[in-house]
């Protein structure tokens, strides 16, 4: 399409303003992205007063990915409409898309109501479907359960739905309901491989209580898809070991990460590579000279950074700090990541590898960096002293992490290295960690890792408390104390009752959370002590000790 088809004849205003505005839509719809905006300007020149004008610009700032130019042109529909739901849902999107949930937050509870109206009024799925997924995104699982309800109100045969609300309900602990939804997801989409992941993760299944044949089913007529099927042989490993069947659950675990690791593009070198290239470029120079150039320290850091490598209990550590009254567990993170991103972008061009990347992101200024994170972090709703930042592999900034925030407090949660590499190898991951699926490949990771907090151990000493996950779970209260100690809070109580902290848990370790202390994952890879052998060696030929 050409500009030419800009021109109109004259019409009465409002014919006029129906063909502006369906032009418009076309060329959004059929992506001319530079008519489609000139588009809109004039209509939105020609019709400053039509709210509907404004949400069309919006519509094509959504389309473009642009929050910012998003935000201008609803909220000046919002100016002329300020109770209409459907504008009022598109704010919030692009709030959540510019990383500002707290006001997406504001903006979803304090017009609940009139969102409400709104999704009733579609008289459809979408309707409480669209407002349950920014209600989730804000963690306002509660309402966005209830949301899903209402939309099966309309779709009762929606397993998508069933789904949903099964996840969520699992967030917050209610994994009696979570089950009975995700049977209701499999019964309706029964090539749903995900539901099955995670209908058999919510529990400890039994012989008398299981999902064996099914699982054994849905692998016969499942679709060739690498995924799912991956999805159908950790489900049916984790049933297996649960029912103590070992040497079967090892077969269908490593099926099962066969299929996910040979469709992924991935080479553990490049990886291995980086962290070696953080621990020499981070050393004992770095830390003297980043200092002798801060003039200003970035004050008050309420963050408390768990982290190490995944499957470790970072998430049991986190339950028992978020318990305590003064501190909000504000997820995973991954908001340092991204502000030294940005700050390492300055000095780069194009698209840069990792070893500039890392090499970049060394030459930041700290306290500019540090200021970057509590500014962009206080878009999120903490309304305590401190809060918990639990992205596991923050570990890989911790240098830069303790230069730019010098008061934050930072915690690295160890476990045995052959039961965590063996935790991380038997679980699938939606994102992220694509070492986990072969066991060499894995082996070489944790080498590279370990010898990376080694070095931070090293050179920022008593700035990092190590805990121990075996040492937790053997001594809870003592542990406990010391981990508040650490952070600078007084001994609650209520941190040894951590499973009975109602906040939501989103992490691989949703379900276990809920059960309180338990000790039988210790040790648990002896169960597979012959398969593992050579992950065993590997690790003790680089000096690890495995006993």
């Known amino acids: 399409m050409n500009d030419q088809s800009l021109a109109l004849p004259l019409q009465e205003p409002l014919a006029r303003f129906e063909a502006m505005k369906n032009q418009a839509l076309t060329h959004i719809a059929h992506h001319d992205t530079e008519i489609a905006i000139r588009s809109c300007q004039r209509l939105n020149k020609a019709h400053p007063n039509n709210p509907e004008s404004w949400y069309i610009s919006s519509s094509l700032a959504l389309k473009m990915k642009d929050p910012t130019n998003g935000i201008a042109a609803i909220k000046r529909a919002l100016a002329l409409a300020p109770d209409n739901g459907e504008f009022l849902l598109r704010y919030s999107h692009f709030l959540i898309l510019s990383g500002d ?56 045969n929606n397993g998508e739905l069933y789904f949903n609300l099964a996840s969520v309900q699992r967030y917050l602990g209610l994994l009696s309901e979570a089950e009975a939804n995700f049977d209701l997801a499999i019964k309706y989409n029964p090539n749903d491989a995900e539901a099955y992941l995670q209908r058999s993760s919510l529990k400890k299944q039994t012989r008398e209580n299981n999902h064996l044949e099914s699982l054994r089913q849905a692998i016969k007529t499942t679709s060739n898809h690498p995924i799912a099927r991956a999805q159908l042989h950790y489900a049916l490993a984790k049933e297996l070991e649960d029912l103590k ?169 160890k476990r045995h290295p052959m039961d965590t590499c063996y ?20 082996g070489r990771y944790y080498i590279a890792h370990h010898r990376l907090m080694e070095h931070w151990l090293d050179t920022m000493g008593s700035r990092i408390l190590q805990v121990n996950y075996e040492q937790v779970v053997a001594d809870l209260e003592t542990q406990a104390r010391r981990l508040l100690a650490h952070c600078g809070l007084a001994f609650e109580s209520q941190c040894l009752q951590f499973n009975h902290n109602k906040s939501a848990s989103t992490t691989a370790s949703a379900s276990q959370v809920r059960q309180g202390i338990y000790n039988t994952s210790v040790q648990r890879w002896r169960c597979y002590e012959v398969q593992l052998q050579p992950l065993k060696k590997q690790l003790e030929a680089a000096g690890i000790d495995c006993s």
Request: proline share 3%; with cysteine.
């Open 101 to 156: 949930k707290k006001q997406a937050r504001k903006v979803l509870l304090t017009n609940i109501d009139v969102l409400q109206q709104h999704a009733q009024s579609q008289q459809s799925v979408n309707g409480y479907g669209e407002l349950a997924l920014q209600l989730n995104a804000v963690a306002e699982y509660q309402m966005a359960a209830k949301c899903y309800q209402n939309a099966l109100l309309f779709s009762p």
């Open 423 to 442: 935790a991380i190898y038997k679980q699938i991951f939606t994102q992220g960690y694509p070492f986990s699926y072969d066991l060499e490949e894995l």
């Open 245 to 413: 069947d070992y040497q079967v659950s090892f077969e269908q675990l490593k099926l099962g990460a066969h299929c996910r690791r040979r469709h992924m593009n991935y080479r553990v070198e490049q990886d291995v590579e980086a962290l070696n290239l953080i621990r020499t470029t981070y050393d004992k120079h770095w830390f003297e000279q980043t200092k002798a150039n801060s003039k200003e320290q970035t004050q008050g850091a309420p963050a408390i950074f768990i982290l190490g490598l995944p499957r470790t209990g970072s998430t049991l550590v986190e339950r028992i700090v978020s318990s305590h009254s003064q501190v909000t567990n504000a997820g995973e993170l991954n908001d340092f990541a991204v502000c030294m991103m940005e700050h390492a972008q300055q000095h780069l061009r194009g698209e840069p590898s990792k070893a500039q990347m890392i090499q970049a992101a060394s030459q930041v200024n700290a306290n500019q960096l540090g200021k970057s994170y509590l500014k962009r972090v206080s878009n999120l709703e903490i309304n305590t002293e401190k809060f918990v930042d639990k992205l596991p592999l923050n570990s890989l900034y911790l240098g830069l992490i303790g230069t730019a925030l010098p008061s934050a407090k930072l915690i690295h949660v």
